[in-house]
């Protein structure tokens, strides 16, 4: 049986053919090779097609600098929108720092006039229930009565978070309170 040698490969021939089959192949495999390299360079082109160049790019913002200035606008815009609102946010926060701070150095005077001034600091801050006198404000009494709250969970060892948790408080005003208890 004859063959045809082409580059690596060797073709039988069929001896009924001859070596037309052989040769429709190879024409059809060269053709496929040829429109599958055609069709790629197309793809790449039009992708580079798509796509503007960083000179064409450059040239668009000269052509049109009130796109880059309205962008430029419209970031500077939102930026000051952020910073206005986080600048808030921190005045909230600084504001209610401060009054937990005064509420805390009213605790500490009174802890510091009251009848045990003299001895050791017990760790227990005066409440209505306890003094004998009616609280000066709602407010007072309601804190006094968070205060509780805390101490007796805290004293049946439940941590800061679980007890800002079961009160819905935040944390760092039970930690404060705390802190405070233990002077």
Known sequence: MESIVLGMAQIPLDETFGPLP????????????????????????????????????????????RLVASDAQGVTAD???IARRLGAQLDNKAQRLE??????????????SGPAATGPVTGAVPTAATTGSPASSNGEHQMDQLTEEVYELAD?????????????????K??????LRAG
């Open 22 to 65: 052989a040769l429709v192949m190879v024409v059809v495999l060269v053709g496929f090779a040829i429109f599958m390299t055609f069709s790629i360079r197309g793809k790449i082109a039009r992708r580079a097609e798509a796509r503007p160049s960083a000179r064409e790019l450059v040239q668009q913002m000269k052509n049109h600098p």
């Open 174 to 179: 039970v930690e404060l309170i705390l802190a």
């Open 156 to 172: 049946a060892g439940r941590s800061p978070v679980e007890i800002a948790q079961h009160l819905d408080e935040q944390v760092g």
């Open 79 to 81: 930026l000051y929108d």
């Open 99 to 112: 009054k937990l701070i005064d509420e805390a150095d009213q605790r500490i005077a009174a802890l510091g």
